[in-house]
């Protein structure tokens, strides 16, 4: 759903996939200049190295709303050929969620979730999340950064493994901001500086708590286990030292006995 572009090439794959509409739906051709002949567009595309880029028409930026909501054991049950389109209308989530995140949303059950069948019913649910998007969102790669808390002051914090930061859209009531990432051991996220909870969606991704409003949203990623390896590195090569000052010292001792 947030993938912008899919990158194509006709030398690598002779088979046309793309060049023959037979690729992903809602995925089209960026064309370099419609004056120009079939012939000069293949040439270009040649001239870089075969590649064709398409562009997907219903792409939805990273961090978006749901307003409907259904039990991982419910989706299950759904018919296979439906589950993917069934995944820009409502977000999946574990059967345990506690009904606090979930007081703003409308549970779906598996019968609400068999109507999104036509093109057009599938390209106005891609616009409708669309809508509720992030504002903006970048990757993080410095390894300490400052967060804007909502009193006004900054708080720094440490990212050995980076993250991710986000601005909301302007969210209607308390929602569940869902993004495509992996919620592995390690994340920890925060809204307008302070602490929040993620949630896990779509079995396995993540869902921030998020209150009604515009709000910063920080993710940071520490390796599980990195201080604990740290420390132990330090306390081998510390021991190491000591060894070898100890090693030293009876040298000089045996030494000084002949």
Request: charged share 25%; net charge neutral.
């Amino acid at each position: 759903m947030s993938e912008k572009y899919y990158l194509w090439n006709h030398i690598i794959s002779s088979d046309g996939e793309y060049g023959k509409g037979m690729g992903t739906y809602g995925f089209t051709e960026i064309q370099r200049d419609t004056g120009e002949t079939e012939e000069l567009v293949n040439q270009a595309r040649d001239r870089k190295h075969g590649f064709r880029y398409f562009e997907n028409k219903n792409f939805i930026p990273m961090g978006f709303v749901f307003r409907q909501y259904i039990y991982e054991s419910e989706f299950d049950k759904l018919d296979k050929n439906q589950t993917d389109r069934a995944l820009v209308k409502a977000l999946i989530l574990p059967d345990d969620t506690p009904k606090k995140y979930t007081e703003q949303m409308i549970h779906a059950g598996a019968s609400d979730m068999t109507a999104v069948t036509s093109d057009d019913e599938f390209d106005e649910e891609c616009r409708n999340r669309a809508a509720t998007s992030c504002t903006s969102f970048r990757t993080i790669h410095e390894k300490r950064i400052s967060i804007k808390t909502d009193s006004g002051k900054e708080k720094t914090f440490s990212s050995y493994g980076g993250g991710f930061q986000a601005t909301t859209s302007n969210l209607e009531n308390r929602s569940l901001v869902y993004f495509s990432v992996p919620n592995l051991a390690g994340w920890k996220v925060y809204v307008d500086g302070r602490e929040g909870t993620v949630l896990t969606a779509d079995y396995g991704m993540m869902a921030v708590d998020v209150p009604k409003g515009i709000h910063e949203i920080t993710a940071l990623y520490q390796p599980p286990y990195l201080r604990a390896g740290l420390v132990a590195s330090l306390s081998g090569i510390l021991f190491a030292i000591l060894y070898g000052v100890f090693c030293k010292v009876e040298k000089k001792r045996e030494r000084g006995t002949r």
